[in-house]
């Protein structure tokens, strides 16, 4: 497993050993910052937290965004708990060591830095401060400071590359107690002598705050002030921490109706585990990262990512957090009502690329906070962004616009596309019915409406393989599982229409996978082609939203109902078979079983509470 911890202003990547690979400051997504963070003990040689010959497990501290790493082997039982605080920017890593056996032991514990700060790493200075006990770490953007809240026994400042390497004396067991060296890649340490009696715990806390530097001594000090405030508050910051996490959970319950009660009981771990991740990904600026991962790299903005987790955050009652998100996506809209390809989590675009689905989203999305919040405020304070974007999104219909698909691979008219351009052009008229708007671009979209119902749904099937078609122009009848959502969540097609039920089988059909669930396309090689989280819930709700238009049917059989629950119940096992710890990635390795690409993945996580949720009545325009 790994885990990720953060505050809304900045973020860390945990790995499976309880190491700080990288953090992003001063916002989410960027700056990233490579840490290589990790500690060891020297007792009879040397052991770091990777070693194999530690028994490693990894969870989160119940219904909070604390994580927790265990080791242990014969002599010592260790346990890492690595957290940020709502109120303070500083990464606390809490080690605490138990001796197991019947005598006493001494050991050094160490702790080491390998950070490499900003996208571009810059020369460098790294200091043992003396007078407050405390690394510091400067170039000419950043400054980075280490703390504890045991008195440090020693350290060593050094150069990775060097002789002089913290790394080399923590293999001999012995800083040498350099105070200060420069570099490209500087590294540290610090160290703590622990004599602990049979059956003994002791607890060092490490304290790791970062602050803008850009050559302002005054912020060297004021650094070193701000992590002093933490240390000698120390142990309130777990609690609050822990409290918070707990209370907005039990908030977010309480606000919850009987029947989305009875359907988050059946999965509640997993559901709050969703919940606490996403809010990880909202940065206070109001943009959403897709996911914190750098391989590959999708720490950033793409409107379709931002507004299916907006549509999960609305379900969970976070009214805050999405009219914040719609705020970011007012100031980066284009002129023309689209948005580009990507953006930096500061708005500033990243790939200028269109994809036209991405728009429709945004439509879809505004209308279903509204329906959970009945915040008609919250319309008309959007209103203008949104009429220009529906505006654009009638144009494209009418003319047919290609853009590039949802997978970012081609480019062309796609099936899901259109299906987005006619949810959020649904969307647009109901909110325009909502604020009594009556003008004429109304009557505009209602014709795009028209136009895409009843004249491009017969475009998109195919009659020859009784399915509807990936692609409109250029012609493509791959089974994508994307087809989907013309029914769910957009409602082009319904999903009782017989030739949606035929697409929906071929679909499941087309794969194969060793460990089960649905991929893209059968023949996808991203990442050697594997299931999908989302795919898999796609298929999953459209199943759960066809048992729901067929249940209305007094005709319909009970054993056809029962076919289709026992489909959508299957996949809903392999999704919540196929978590980590309550983490959601991208995809799963189509015969090991192990999760690949990004993780955890916003829109998996938001598509689980989509599916969980289940209203249709609220998710479809």
Not at 321 to 345: A, L
Not at 415 to 433: F, N, R
Not at 528 to 554: A, F, Q, V
Request: aromatic residues 12%; charged residues 25%; negative net charge.
């Amino acid at each position: 497993m790994v885990g990720i911890i953060g505050n809304g202003n900045i973020l860390a990547k945990i790995d499976d050993s309880g190491s700080i690979e990288y953090m992003f400051y001063p916002s989410l997504g960027y700056e990233k910052h490579i840490f290589d963070a990790s500690f060891a003990i020297y007792n009879h040689g040397l052991r770091w937290a990777w070693d194999n010959d530690w028994e490693i497990n990894q969870s989160y501290v119940k219904d909070t965004n604390i994580l927790r790493t265990t080791y242990e082997c014969n002599e010592f039982l260790m346990e890492s708990r690595d957290y940020i605080p709502i109120s303070h920017n500083i990464i606390i890593k809490q080690i605490s060591i138990s001796n197991k056996t019947d005598e006493t032991q001494d050991l050094k514990l160490f702790f080491y830095e390998n950070l490499r700060m900003g996208e571009i790493p810059r020369e460098n200075t790294v200091q043992f401060i003396k007078d407050h006990k405390m690394i510091m770490k400067y170039d000419g953007m950043y400054s980075m400071c280490i703390g504890s809240d045991k008195k440090i026994d020693s350290y060593q400042c050094g150069v990775r590359s060097s002789d002089k390497s913290a790394l080399i004396d923590i293999s001999n067991g012995i800083l040498k107690e350099y105070s200060t060296s420069s570099g490209l890649i500087t590294d540290s340490a610090i160290s703590w002598d622990l004599k602990l009696l049979p059956g003994q715990k002791q607890s060092v806390s490490v304290y790791i705050i970062m602050n803008e530097y850009k050559g302002d001594q005054y912020k060297l000090m004021e650094t070193l002030a701000s992590i002093k405030v933490v240390i000698d508050n120390h142990e309130d910051f777990y609690q609050l921490t822990n409290s918070y996490w707990k209370n907005l959970l039990e908030t977010t319950i309480s606000k919850l109706s009987a029947n989305e009660l009875n359907r988050v009981s059946m999965c509640e771990d997993l559901c709050k585990r969703s919940l606490l991740t996403l809010l990880l990904l909202c940065d206070r600026g109001g943009g959403i990262m897709a996911s914190p991962s750098l391989y590959p790299d999708y720490r950033h903005v793409w409107c379709r990512d931002g507004g299916y987790i907006a549509v999960a955050l609305s379900l969970c009652g976070q009214s805050s957090i999405v009219e914040k998100y719609f705020e970011w996506c007012k100031k980066t809209q284009n002129e023309d009502g689209s948005w580009v390809q990507s953006y930096y989590i500061n708005g500033i675009p990243r790939l200028t690329a269109m994809q036209i689905d991405q728009v429709g989203t945004t439509i879809w999305a505004a209308l279903i906070h509204y329906r959970k919040s009945d915040n008609e405020k919250f319309l008309r304070k959007n209103w203008a962004m949104l009429k220009k974007a529906a505006d654009y999104l009638s144009n494209a219909a009418i003319a047919l616009s290609p853009s590039y698909d949802l997978w970012e691979e081609k480019y062309g008219v796609f099936t899901y596309t259109l299906g987005s351009i006619y949810g959020g052009l649904k969307s647009a008229v109901e909110i325009a019915k909502i604020l009594e708007e009556n003008e004429g671009l109304v009557e505009k979209w209602q014709n795009s409406l028209k136009f895409l119902k009843e004249e491009v749904v017969e475009k998109i099937y195919l009659n020859d393989k009784n399915r509807f078609s990936k692609a409109l122009h250029p012609n493509d009848d791959t089974v994508d599982s994307s087809i989907l959502g013309i029914t769910v969540p957009f409602n082009l097609v319904n999903a009782d229409d017989p030739r949606m039920v035929a697409t929906a089988d071929q679909i499941e059909s087309a794969f194969t996978y060793k460990v089960g669930g649905i991929g893209r396309y059968p023949k996808d090689v991203y990442f050697g082609g594997n299931p999908w989280i989302i795919n898999t819930l796609w298929l999953y709700m459209y199943y759960e939203l066809l048992i729901y238009s067929l249940s209305k049917n007094k005709a319909i059989k009970r054993e056809i109902l029962n076919n289709y629950r026992e489909k959508s119940s299957n996949l809903f096992d392999w999704v919540c078979k196929y978590n980590f710890s309550g983490l959601m990635p991208e995809q799963i390795h189509k015969d090991l079983g192990v999760p690949i690409s990004a993780m955890p993945l916003g829109w998996s996580h938001a598509m689980f509470i989509i599916a969980v949720h289940g209203d249709f009545e609220i998710l479809i325009p």
